[in-house]
């Protein structure tokens, strides 16, 4: 689920944490790591 949302994820200057409409999961510090690297 995690690489599905980095690959939805738009190349847009707003923050990962930011909560999206599609992101009913809130931003766990794994899921962070991964968007940053």
Known sequence: M???D???FP???RPPI???P???I???PRLHV???E
Do not use: A, E
Request: charged share 5%; net charge positive; proline share 24%.
């Open 2 to 4: 995690i690489i599905v």
């Open 18 to 20: 930011t909560p999206s």
């Open 34 to 36: 991964k968007l940053q």
């Open 22 to 24: 599609h992101h009913p």
């Open 6 to 8: 980095l690959m939805n």
């Open 11 to 13: 190349p847009s200057p």
């Open 26 to 28: 809130t931003p766990s």
